[in-house]
Structure formats: structure tokens, C-alpha cells
């Protein structure tokens, strides 16, 4: 069985600053990786995804996540916060390749942007 | 394209009332997921469809939760009775199968009195 850790349920940062969300999950095999964005009283969003090729992924919203294996890691990082990125972020996995495609989701973290 | 779409998006009810959440899927997904969302539990899975087919309803609650998908485009979400316990946000989402990624809607948020 999968597990997603989010390291962290709030984080605050200063406008302008770095926007670092760490993500931690155990899979028997690489699986695929998500990151969602909620907004207060809307549904999860898509930022992106990582299924096989570059490790590095580039989101909307200047969003990006990197993913290492050895590491076992799928970090969302923004260099640049701005007040409207105040929001939930989810991280989430799948098996690759099985047909079970259900999404484990991390508990997910809260950013709130310092003017 | 539209999205996906959840009806009603509020719903304040009285406890033992039955409750009716309704959910349209994207065109050409054929995979189905109910979620719950409170501030105690987070996110939690209730069952999923894959072609129409339930697949997994570990995370229903209890007997008064029921699902269907009545055609590949539609599903509705029932609790009878509903208690006070159920009040949530309601979530529904969809995906192609295989390609990993959910889309979801904009949820429907019970209360239940």
C-alpha cells in the first residue's frame, strides 16, 4: 500500500519569498505523483503531475516539483510567492501501471502569503 | 470544455431526511471517484467507478451511503437517512483510465440539522 507524508500542515511565507512544500511517499515502484492546489471552497486543481521522462516538472501558477527516487521525494517549490498562492496544497500518488487508479493523497499543507 | 459538474452545490437538510448528490463526468472519462472532505478527517475516498463498474467502496461508511452510475456520464451519491455526522464537503471526480490524473468538481457542501 501506498503512503503519502506532507511534511508540515502550515506554512507561512513572506511575499516574494520561496514557497517550499516537501512530500515524502512509499511505493513498492515509481508511481505517478500529483500535486493539487484548493482554494477556499472549491475543488482540488491540477498543478501538475510527474508520470515518466524529466524529473524536473513545471506546473501552472509558476509552480514546479522534483522528483528523486532515491529519495523517495516529490517537493513543490514556487521561487517567488505571491498573495494569491495562499491556499491548500495536496500531494498525491497512484501505482504505475495497475488498475487500481485510485489516489492516495497526503494530508496536505496550508500556505499563507505574508504581505 | 466543461468540467466537471456536481449538483446541488449546497444542501441543508434535517436529520433522517434522505439526501441526493449528483455528479456529471467529463466527456470520454470513464473513471468515477467520490470523495468527503471535513476538517477532522480530511479527504477520504468513498468508492470509485471504473466503467460503471463499482471497484472499490471500502470507504463508504456505513449501509445509508449508497452509489450508482445509472450511464457512463452520471452518478449520484445517496444517504438515507442522513445524520448530523454527514455534514461535509462532497466531492466528485473523474479520470481517463490510465491517465492518473483526477479532475475535480467544485463539490456540494451538506449540512445535515
Known amino acids: 500500500a501506498q503512503s503519502v507524508t506532507q511534511l508540515g500542515s502550515h506554512v507561512s511565507v513572506s511575499e516574494g519569498a520561496l514557497v517550499l512544500l516537501r512530500c515524502n511517499y512509499s511505493s513498492s515502484v515509481p508511481p505517478y505523483l500529483f500535486w493539487y492546489v484548493q482554494y477556499p471552497n472549491q475543488g482540488l486543481q491540477l498543478l501538475l503531475k510527474y508520470t515518466t521522462g524529466a524529473t524536473l516538472v513545471k506546473g501552472i501558477n509558476g509552480f514546479e516539483a522534483e522528483f528523486k527516487k532515491s529519495e523517495t521525494s516529490f517537493h513543490l517549490t514556487k521561487p517567488s510567492a505571491h498573495m494569491s498562492d495562499a491556499a491548500e496544497y495536496f500531494c498525491a500518488v497512484s501505482d504505475r501501471g495497475a488498475n487500481d487508479y485510485k489516489l492516495s493523497f497526503g494530508a496536505g499543507t496550508t500556505v499563507t502569503v505574508r504581505a | 470544455d466543461a468540467g466537471v459538474i456536481q449538483s446541488p452545490r449546497h444542501e441543508v437538510t434535517e436529520m433522517g431526511q434522505e439526501v441526493t448528490l449528483r455528479c456529471k463526468l467529463i466527456s470520454g472519462h470513464n473513471s468515477l471517484f467520490w470523495y468527503r472532505q471535513t476538517m477532522m478527517r480530511g479527504l477520504e475516498l468513498l468508492i470509485y467507478f471504473n466503467n460503471n463498474v463499482p471497484i472499490d467502496d471500502s470507504g463508504m461508511p456505513e449501509d445509508r451511503f449508497s452509489a450508482k452510475m445509472p450511464n457512463a456520464s452520471f452518478s449520484t451519491l445517496k444517504i438515507q437517512p442522513s445524520e448530523p455526522r454527514d455534514s461535509a464537503v462532497y466531492f466528485c471526480?473523474?479520470?481517463?483510465?490510465?491517465?492518473?490524473?483526477?479532475?475535480f468538481g467544485p463539490g456540494t457542501r451538506l449540512t445535515v440539522t
Open positions: 471526480a473523474s479520470s481517463l483510465q490510465g491517465a492518473g490524473e483526477q479532475y
